[in-house]
């Protein structure tokens, strides 16, 4: 609808509605006084468009109207506030690009306003005082940044890696004196203070210029394999130390890389160049809210796949710092550390061990660090939602622990989700250090209008804390890492989590008018994977763990239920459609299994298995997941499920996991991940490197890791009759062509190798953490005042907001994740 006239990205909204108006200016007065009828009030898209439907009932004259530039301007509208005689609209027309304007009901003149004006006429809703108040508090983030670049496209959004090389290479560009920058920062590198790539004798470009030269003639006059070793002498001699190389071959395509930036920099020698400067070997990685563990913590509330993904990046990560400290010719071992919060009540998991080696690694570890109390140790579990009032503590202890561990310093640091994000950028400014964020998932869009309630949802989310925590941890970081685009700037239609934190407002608190902007380069997607040597095709019969397939026979076909299983499948020789989550609303588990109840046809081609949760509604702690298990057992008995639906409890065992998606590939089945919303959605992931052929919802992560058609399927969670018809669709066509079940297998796989592994991840964020530490330096000055700016911010605002939320205390306590 109205996409034949679209707004062209360089023309404003402001310029074009006035016209549109009056275009249509019979019906517009009319859809103004509707909108006007109920008051002052925040309307959101659909609103607008139900209202305008009910004034103009006439399908034809509709259409007329919305096929014009106004139909485009609503339909990228997000919010519209009426305050009578006004309506102000926050138009979107492109992701991450924002208009407001308001129109005049009694003349539809149209007026161009700013954040700050727009924000207040939201807050006029619930706190006019506030709205009204010449000196409320305005948080501007965004008032530091005016010398930054910017990228300026919507698409380029999330390439912040690629766009940081060019804007350095500007600055490097001209005369040799500019690229001085680069030989500063080599003379900084060391390890343990030994220098690396280069010493004093080498401190000007012009030195460092001849220097390379000499070298490369040197070079090329020995074997390419000759270890640096045998030439390290006479390299030190002429200003040269470890680290460019570990054979003449790899030192002298250093050397040329270098050597060509120095004459004419290019956005990609530079990359390249900055890519194999030894700069990290000590990373910390923050995920302060436990369970955090190895093994039974899944399941567990606040636990998922946040500790599947770090456990993951951990293995990826230290691989490639190996292979990148060997190439680089140095003798040093990396050390990751992954610091959580050690939980003396660790209901059975080693929650309460200070150190833990991380299985399938050398040199990295867990390490956790207690919680205090004026009391003194924190027993107990604590929701990542009343998390807020140990952090400050959290983080001194664990610096020291740290530094202690690690004798010295660590080069950079990830924050994960809020806490760990805020916990990250306390310690990297106090020791100097580089600052990646990580956030999973972002509180703030999941709930509707959380910012401008939140008053109301405070007392039991505590969201005023966390959104000011996420934006302070946004802007202190150096990079932002992001499974999907749609997690920054979300899509055509519907606003990016990062992209919430843009402008909002929390009225009598703070209106931050500029939080943080999308286009800012610091962003950068890099998609997780799934641990290959855990999720690999089912066609690589060698290497499957049979001895998983006897329990995997019983958990899906035994006809008895049990602890782990109920229900039961008659025919076994139907293919099998599978989904695997917590059992949260959000999951939508249960909806998949009234899909599936509902459509004669799809029960007709297939059985559906399903994993998550328990059984029995009194086992769960958490209330959500209680109704959702009732919820289940009710379909069971509505739809008469009995004959073609198992349901599995939940699997603790990753590695029985990768059999079973590969026992439900050998059904020649489906996975199903049919989540209202998802993040990322690891369990897509999961099940096509398994060779699953795939649905998964089109709200989210999904609807980026498959192309529709081609790698698998969307399906819409909000429309379970077309979505089990687009399953059904699939198994009929199966039936009479069995070949199509194997051609979306392997596109599945081709595009999980293509874009999703862990490989193609590391690669990346190790040359993010080189990229962004010389940015850094490059770009002191601007980030030392935006620090000043972040630090008053802390200290005023979000310190007296944790005094708010209330501190635990070792009672007995009810577990509840409250998501
Ligand atoms: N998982 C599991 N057992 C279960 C349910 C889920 O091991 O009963 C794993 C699943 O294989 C995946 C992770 O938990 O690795 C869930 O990650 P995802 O991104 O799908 O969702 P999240 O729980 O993080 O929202
Ligand atoms: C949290 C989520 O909600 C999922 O969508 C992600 O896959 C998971 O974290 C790992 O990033």
Redesign the pocket.
Known sequence: MASAPALKRTDSVIDNMPDALRQSRYHMKRCFAKYLEKGRRIMKHHHLMEEMELVIDDNSERSQVLEGILGFILTSTQEAVVDPPYVAFAIRPNPGVWEFVKVSSEDLSVEAITTTDFLKFKERVNDEKWANDENSFEADFGAFDFQLPQLSLSSSIGNGLEFTSKFLTSKLTGKLEKTQAIVDYLLTLNHQGESLMINENLNSAAKLQMALVVADAFLSALPQGTAYQNFELRFKEWGFERGWGDTAERVKETMRTLSEVLQAPDPMNLEKFLSRLPIIFNVVIFSVHGYFGQADV??LPDT???V??ILDQVKSLEAELLTRIKQQGLNVKPQILVITRLIPDARGTKCHQELEPISDTKHSHILRVPFYTEKGILRQWVSRFDIYPYLERFTQDATTKILEFMEGKPDLVIGNYTDGNLVASLMARKLGITQGTIA??LEKTKYEDSDIKWKELDPKYHFSCQFMADTVAMNAADFIITSTYQEIAGSKDRPGQYESHAAFTLPGLCRVVSGINVFDPKFNIAAPG?DQSVYFPYTEKEKRFTQFQPAIEELLFSKADNNEHIGYLVDRRKPIIFS???L?VV?NLSGLVEWFGKNKRLRNLVNLVI??GFFDPLKSKDREEMAEIRKMHDLIDKHQLKGQFRWI??????YR?GELYRCIADTRGAFV?PALY???????I?AMNCGLPTFATNQGGPAEIIVDGVSGFHIDPLNGDESSKKIADFFEKCKVDPSRWNVLSAAGLQRINECYTWKIYANKMVNMGNIYTFWRQVNKEQKEAKHRYIQMFYNLIFKNLVKTVPVASDEPQQLEAKQ
């Open positions: 899944l399941g998922g796949g946040q599947v993904y999973h998932a799934a695997m989550a917590r949260d999951k994993v998550g409890a939940a699997q603790t065992n990753r996991n991940q998802e993040a990322f959605g690891l369990t897509v999961e």
